[in-house]
């Protein structure tokens, strides 16, 4: 039986890194407003490939889940892993779950009809199963859209980012780095495969429980997140000047790249999106992690959008149903009237970031570091 106490030393933080994560999260909340004046059409939002972040996010994950444990094996057991992932991961979960039911009675309307039908009892139950990330059937949507976490739609990358950390923990950290590459690149042939042959002719989707989500889901996961692994272990990174200005210039260029190849042509915006999460994702991290920090005033900036950036992922999808539901139901059309309100919605998510930060994730983290990792 393990002795291990799973307290480890902490190590210091690629806070570009952190920065980005920040750059890419404010970017999915402002994708996600422009996605509500487009009645559902992939072809034409204004941040057309926002959605990509969340791929992004796999690709970090990866890159810090290696550089945090790969050495630390030795020092931890599997199960320390599993307590230290949770303890970081799993109190936002449980408060985008709150904050989703909190607000779900609120978003009522044409958009959202299953929503009258719903009882405070179901919802109740929904919310709690909510907090353990549990998948939802679709007998289970309460909302209508189809999603395994109808109270907080984004929860489902966070399912599959705990199946990452598994295969992870289990598995792959034990591969050579030649099988790892190896996988790698099995795994970048299943994204092209989907994405330029599949029927979407992008990545879009992986929130619902059925097998043709289940694989996207699976298709958008599994290479960033051990490519991130991969690279990691690699160490080759880039290191220029400006680091953190240039990787949010070429995240922000991904995502407002519009869609290409209309729906004639499918495949080239597949290979786009192919192109961005295997080539230009991974040039991201390395210039990231390979650059410095030269001003005190960008290590503010990147150490705020690091600190909020889960947080603000993992809560703000509650309010853009409600945003959603205000457009649908007063019939707002993309103007000054509805990007204002949007522009009041990204302030009110990172106020929400920034509140369930201090008062709620760090306070609650501490507390189970200290009662099940023996930090002091």
Not at 101 to 118: C, D, E, K
Not at 245 to 263: A, F, K, N
């Amino acid at each position: 039986m393990s002795t291990s106490t799973g307290y480890i030393e902490p190590k210091s933080h690629y806070e570009i890194l952190d920065g980005l994560r920040g750059v890419a999260s404010v970017l999915v909340v402002t994708f996600h407003i422009f996605e509500t004046f487009t009645g559902g059409n992939r072809f034409i939002n204004k941040i057309n490939h926002g959605y990509l972040a969340v791929d992004f996010f796999f690709l970090l994950s990866g890159f810090v889940v290696a550089y945090a444990y790969d050495d630390r094996w030795g020092k931890m057991s599997q199960w320390d892993f599993y307590k230290r992932r949770l303890i970081r991961l799993q109190p936002m979960v449980v408060m985008g779950s709150v904050v989703g039911a909190a607000l779900f009675y609120f978003q009522a309307g044409s958009v959202f009809p299953n929503i009258h039908q719903t009882t405070v009892l179901t919802t109740l139950f929904v919310m709690f199963v909510g907090c353990t990330l549990i998948p939802l059937p679709l007998s289970m949507d309460i909302r209508g859209w189809q999603e395994m976490h109808p109270l907080n739609g984004p929860a489902w990358s966070l399912f599959f980012e705990y199946i990452a950390n598994i295969l992870y923990a289990s598995l792959i950290r034990k591969f050579p780095q030649w099988l790892l590459a190896l996988v790698v690149v099995i795994f970048a042939g299943m994204l092209i495969n989907y994405s330029v042959f599949g029927p979407q002719g992008d990545v879009i989707g992986g929130w619902s429980l059925n097998a043709e989500q289940l694989n996207v889901g699976f298709t958008r996961l599994l290479y960033p997140f051990f490519a991130g692994v991969l690279l990691m272990r690699v160490g080759k990174l880039i290191h220029i000047k400006n680091a953190f200005t240039i990787c949010s210039l070429l995240i922000l260029l991904v995502m407002l790249v519009p869609r290409l190849g209309g729906d004639k042509h499918l495949w080239m915006n597949g290979l786009y999106e192919s192109f961005a999460i295997i080539v230009i994702f991974p040039l991201i991290v390395a210039i990231g992690a390979g650059g410095n920090m030269t001003g005190q005033y960008t290590k503010k900036i990147c150490g705020f959008l690091g600190k909020i950036s889960y947080p603000m992922y993992i809560t703000h999808y509650p309010l853009i149903y409600l945003y959603t539901a205000w457009v649908v139901e007063k019939k707002v059309p993309l103007g000054v009237y509805g990007l204002t309100v949007g522009l009041l919605l990204i302030i009110t998510s990172i106020l929400l970031a920034y509140a369930c930060l201090k008062w709620y994730d760090e306070p609650v983290r501490k507390w189970l570091q200290k009662r099940y990792l023996q930090v002091k």
